[in-house]
């Protein structure tokens, strides 16, 4: 059975960092796209981040671009988060989709993925 799971949020200071990891199971991970969401109350589900398939291409949201990192090793994707903004506050979840995304650009449509996480808070204090 196919499982994600998200952990290393918490609370931090304007200006810190935190590292995400998304632990998977149940399927070969270095076929599937990951993609990292996040949803701050009152808001719709935006995209974070996803990572390809190959050759661990990454694509960001502007918002984060040159301050989030995504990785992948194994089994696991993690998202390292600096200089972190009192907007950056929200639930973080990672996802996979059902079937390996082909077309890269679909890797910003929450509607693509099928296994999500539970979800991580991220609180960034200013």
């Known amino acids: 059975q196919v499982h994600v799971e998200e952990s290393g949020g918490g609370l931090v200071q304007s200006g810190g960092s935190l590292r995400l990891a998304c632990a998977t199971s149940?399927?070969?991970?270095?076929?599937?796209?990951v993609g990292w969401f996040r949803q701050a109350p009152g808001k719709e589900r935006e995209v974070v981040s996803c990572?390809?398939?190959?050759?661990?291409t990454p694509d960001y949201a502007d918002s984060v671009k040159g301050r989030f990192t995504v990785s992948r090793e194994q089994n696991t994707v993690y998202l390292q988060m600096n200089s972190l903004k009192p907007e950056d506050t929200a639930i973080y979840y990672c996802?996979?989709?059902?079937?390996?995304?082909?077309?890269?650009?679909?890797?910003?449509?929450?509607?693509?993925?099928?296994?999500w996480g539970q979800g991580t808070q991220v609180t960034v204090s200013s």
């Open positions: 996802a996979v989709p059902s079937t390996p995304i082909l077309v890269f650009s679909q890797c910003r449509q929450a509607t693509r993925y099928e296994y």
């Open positions: 149940g399927f070969v991970l270095k076929y599937y796209t």
């Open positions: 990572i390809s398939s190959h050759d661990d």
